[in-house]
């Protein structure tokens, strides 16, 4: 099985440069890992101490920062790496300010590869976040006597670990995982039933970062000002069956706001087009006082999440097609319901928050677009959801106090 194991990553290298002649963020993955040994050749010498935090893309990112920033505290003598499979995690979070010593991609997971970029540091701890595994990096991990961890772990039935060809996966991850940090209590029981015992359920470390969303400045500028006393909407991230939501909701509820954050700013036209007569953020000058529109199109990134606490409901993208359900927490955690669609199978706290009653999922834009403007019109519904969702935060464990303790121990 390894023979194969290692067929497929050559053959996933050779389809990714193929493809990268045709998709701009596949290039950009390719061209970005040949930059990765030098980076960290330049950045850290070879008795340098590291803790590597790996994450496949932004989401998974966020998921680990919380134990990362809680790792750098206790090894403030440690330096920080992280590695990124995915462009889109790597081109957010290298162009912010970030605690790491170095971001950069991981490497392909040939052994050369792997063992030449082990090579040129000092590891001392590694962490992978949710699910991403590379089986040489784990292997060579393991022979430089590196304690190995998954944080926020998901297992899900239709993996390849709970198939008849998943035995040698699953042989890999008990030789080299020193524990796995479970979201869930079903996750923990399937990791158990394949012979992965070495693992506790700590939660899921987004509920950690997004507590601390609510004791953080929110303002943002203008905001209150288009708002004024009426219900507003949030169409965070948002695609096309979100902003099909948004226009319904538009011509059933003229007097409410609608705030929208498109997925991609290349969107922007296109609501443009939809809304003819909604006002861009970034046009917004400071001599206006009367906003003469209902629906404010965000053209500007990073304000999503302080603008959730300005809402009254969100509509929360990607969950009307197999894209992948974006954050849903950070609307929560303000106290707001969240609407969404029923496409969410790696998503666990979508269900857990329909379970209390603090969001929605529909199979179709319709039915949401009916739903926002029941809540809309009815107050007592809206609070109860409203307090449901902030409640379904509130009352989650410190998981990274709990995975701090045991890596610690």
Not at 2 to 9: E, T
Not at 60 to 79: I, M
Not at 381 to 395: G, P
């Amino acid at each position: 099985m390894a023979f194969l194991y290692n067929i497929f990553i050559h053959l996933l290298i050779f389809g990714m440069k193929v493809f990268s002649l045709f998709n701009d963020k596949t290039k950009k993955g390719v061209e970005g890992r040949k930059e990765s040994l030098q980076k960290v050749k330049s950045g850290f010498s070879k008795s340098d101490k590291v803790i590597w935090m790996h994450a496949a893309s932004l989401g998974e990112y966020e998921q680990g920062l919380p134990v990362l920033e809680q790792l750098k505290n206790q090894f403030s003598d440690h330096k920080i790496l992280v590695t990124f499979f995915s462009p889109s995690g790597y081109d957010n979070v290298v162009k912010k300010k970030n605690i790491a010593d170095i971001v950069c991609y991981l490497p392909f997971d040939r052994k050369s590869d792997v063992k030449e970029f082990i090579a040129q540091f000092n590891v001392q701890l590694f962490f992978t976040v949710k699910y991403d595994y590379w089986y040489n990096l784990l292997q060579e991990l393991k022979n430089k006597g590196v304690k190995t961890y998954v944080i926020s772990a998901l297992f899900y039935e239709s993996q390849s670990f709970f198939t008849s060809y998943g035995k040698w996966f699953v042989k890999q991850l008990q030789k080299n995982i020193d524990w796995f940090f479970h979201q869930t209590d079903m996750s923990f029981a399937l990791a158990k039933s394949v012979g992965l015992s070495k693992s506790s359920v700590t939660g899921d470390t987004r509920f950690d970062r997004v507590k601390q969303l609510r004791n953080r400045n929110n303002h943002v500028d203008f905001i209150k000002d288009f708002i004024g006393e009426d219900k507003t909407v949030v169409f965070g991230s948002s695609w096309q069956a979100e902003e099909k939501i948004a226009s319904e909701v538009s011509q059933g509820n003229p007097y409410a706001k609608l705030i929208i954050a498109p997925h991609d700013l290349k969107r922007v036209q296109h609501l443009k087009q939809i809304f003819t007569d909604a006002i861009l953020y970034s046009e917004i000058k400071d001599s206006v006082k009367n906003f003469q529109s209902s629906i404010l199109i965000i053209d500007s990134i990073g304000l999503l999440s302080k603008l959730y606490s300005y809402a009254d409901i969100a509509v929360v993208g990607g969950g009307f097609h197999d894209a992948g359900l974006h954050n849903i927490l950070e609307a929560a955690t303000c106290g707001v319901p969240v609407i969404f669609g029923n496409h969410y199978r790696k998503n666990p706290e979508a269900d857990e928050l329909i379970s209390v009653d603090g969001g929605r999922s529909f199979e179709n834009t319709g039915l949401a677009a009916d739903f926002v403007m029941f809540l809309i019109n009815n107050e007592d519904s809206l609070q109860a959801m409203s307090e449901n969702a902030e409640k379904f935060v509130s009352d989650k464990p410190n998981s990274t106090e709990l995975i701090i303790k045991k890596i610690l121990s």
